[in-house]
């Protein structure tokens, strides 16, 4: 520990604050909150004995530490919270985003349309969601449009505009979807009725909007305007439609928050329920991956201040399996024991525990085929593995002439690819050509990384080479302390002869083995993936010299041109003006110029 960091730490104040430790780039790298921080930040760099290998690696890379003083732990927990999702520390645990989830939006706009979006922009606008389900958010916005007849257009429908004639009412209006506010046809104090009343529905609050539509029936039938009476009628029956399908448990239950937890390994799933008047009108699950060993405790704190803020909940009462010591202001926590929310709190399980399932489904847990079953013990066999080889990743090393070294890492699980999981690398630490000293700095890179963020080791590696390269890949597993826990082999190209650890002898495996024939699949494709990505490192340096060789195209020139066209034939096909878009007329002129020279000779 350098003299500045033990200054910091001697500084340090015994109050609730949020803290950030940066490593030698500045680079923050861990965030976290504290009651008092001198004994929390002073517990990572004092103790002689980690409780972790991540613990004493956290500590020996922080070279700056950060703090913010706040008022209190909730205040804490709400901005350790945000600052996580901002910055993403590698040591941090680690949400799987809900991004791709649809959320209905009420445009902030004087006639406000409504819609489905994947996308939050902050322009006062309110999101309602995130749906897990595309179905919900489709049936919410066909009830809400059977209701109320909202406008679709783009166009600004200000007061100015409307008065000035600019914008004429279209075929909605004469279908009868929409009521022409554009032309003054709909007054805005009547559109914003309806937008209080579609927040209601949104919001679960139905019986609500149910009983204004009602007393609203009752005061037209009572001034003889019968059809529009009918007309609110119909409303009527479709909300009671729509909420007799929702799931009910108990009418007097409002307005509450349930969270529950599964977990498996190194993840965690959470699971929330939102209540609104006895019925479930909100379901919500994510995967949470551990980095630093946080406490089930922790990770609950962390997913009900990020879910709550993501759904807008202002509920007083929240369920939860066992009650976190950190309170949130004005909320109570309740830990049920038996009754309706006893069965809130169990569905609330099922729920988390069902996501569990669904993903190992489409992942690792896909059941073998009988064929894959036996392919698996073959090979855990031949190769007299502990373990059946689920999970088999390929490194190799691509150097075509000696240029632009690459190495890549391919993924099989249960004997396919999983290309999602396939990686490049970018040699860094050796100077030329070195297969030797190349495959140890990937292997060291690829299993540090798996290590540090919580990520399950493959069953089987295989480096493609013979003894010396699978030799250099032993030193990385022995520097990171995994050797003994996952089993190497190499396998060289001349005999497709096999190099096991500690065997002078390597194995031969008959031609038509399934077991070779399987490694020699991975190998071979390990081998693609690397020639593709150095061919195309290959094609983008050669484009970069061919135009950096232009007078006055620098390499940020060149950048812009690699980003928006990626190949020189590319380029050439583009005219001046797309040209100029990036790099400005005179160094497009240049470039078009140069082109047409080297064409003519």
């Not at 071979?524 to 950096?548: D, P, T, V, Y």
């Not at 066209?565 to 590319?570: A, K, L, N, P």
Request: charged residues 25%.
């Amino acid at each position: 520990m350098d003299d500045s960091l033990q200054h910091i730490l001697k500084n340090l104040p015994e109050k609730p604050v949020v803290y950030q430790f940066g490593d030698k780039n500045s680079l923050i790298i861990y965030i976290g909150k504290a009651k008092n921080l001198k004994n929390r930040v002073s517990s990572y760099f004092n103790k002689i004995k980690y409780e972790s290998f991540k613990t004493k690696t956290l500590a020996s890379q922080v070279w700056t530490i950060e703090y913010f003083v706040v008022e209190s732990e909730s205040d804490a927990l709400l901005l350790e919270n945000n600052l996580i999702k901002k910055h993403q520390p590698k040591y941090n645990v680690l949400l799987k985003d809900d991004k791709t989830f649809p959320w209905i939006c009420i445009k902030n706009e004087d006639f406000p349309r409504v819609f489905s979006t994947r996308k939050i922009v902050k322009d006062g606008s309110e999101y309602y969601g995130p749906y897990t389900s595309a179905l919900m958010v489709k049936t919410l916005l066909n009830l809400i449009r059977q209701i109320y007849q909202l406008r679709t257009c783009n166009f600004k429908l200000s007061a100015h505009n409307i008065k000035n004639g600019k914008i004429k009412k279209c075929l909605e209006f004469h279908i009868g979807n929409c009521k022409a506010p554009c032309e003054s046809l709909q007054t805005i104090e009547e559109y914003q009725s309806s937008i209080i009343q579609i927040k209601n529905i949104l919001k679960g609050n139905v019986l609500e909007v149910i009983h204004y539509l009602k007393t609203l029936m009752n005061e037209l039938s009572a001034q003889y305007r019968f059809e529009e009476a009918e007309s609110i009628k119909q409303r009527i029956i479709l909300l009671e439609r729509y909420k007799s399908k929702s799931t009910i448990v108990n009418p007097k239950l409002h307005n509450i928050d349930v969270f529950s937890l599964f977990e498996h390994q190194n993840s965690i799933w959470v699971n929330f329920l939102k209540i609104i008047n006895g019925a479930i009108v909100q379901s919500h699950s994510v995967e949470i991956i551990r980095k630093m060993q946080e406490s089930n405790e922790e990770i609950l704190l962390f997913a009900i201040t990020d879910i709550r803020q993501r759904v807008n909940s202002s509920a007083r009462e929240i369920l939860v399996p066992f009650k976190p010591r950190v309170p949130i202001e004005g909320v109570k926590y309740i830990v049920p024991v038996s009754g309706d929310k006893k069965k809130l709190l169990e569905l609330s399980a099922r729920n988390a525990r069902q996501l569990f399932i669904s993903k190992m489904n489409a992942y690792d847990a896909k059941p073998f085929s009988k064929r894959n079953d036996n392919l698996m013990a073959r090979i855990k066999s031949d190769l007299h593995l502990k373990e059946t080889p689920v999970h088999i990743e390929c490194i190799d090393n691509s150097n075509i002439q000696g240029s632009n070294p690459v190495a890549a890492c391919v993924v099989f699980k249960n004997g396919k690819p999983v290309k999602s999981e396939y990686r490049h690398f970018n040699i860094k630490s050796v100077g030329g050509i070195d297969d030797y000293a190349s495959i140890t700095e990937i292997v060291f890179r690829r299993y540090r990384r798996l290590i540090d963020e919580n990520i399950a080791l493959p069953n089987l590696i295989i480096i493609d080479g013979g003894k010396g390269q699978l030799n250099s890949a032993i030193k990385s597993l022995e520097k990171l302390e995994i050797f003994d826990k996952v089993p190497i082999i190499g396998i060289a190209k001349r005999l497709e002869e096999i190099y096991i650890p500690g065997d002078k002898v390597p194995l031969y495996l008959d031609k038509n083995s399934p077991t070779l024939k399987m490694i020699q699949q991975i190998r071979n494709e390990a081998h693609r993936f690397g020639i593709s990505f150095h061919r195309n490192k290959r094609s983008k340096l050669m484009l970069k010299n061919q135009l950096e060789q232009i007078k006055g195209v620098g390499p940020a020139s060149v950048g812009k041109l690699l980003n928006k066209f990626g190949s020189i034939d590319e380029i050439k096909l583009k005219n001046s003006a797309e040209l100029a878009e990036i790099v400005g007329k005179k160094m497009a002129t240049a470039i078009l110029q140069e082109f047409k020279k080297a064409g003519e000779n």
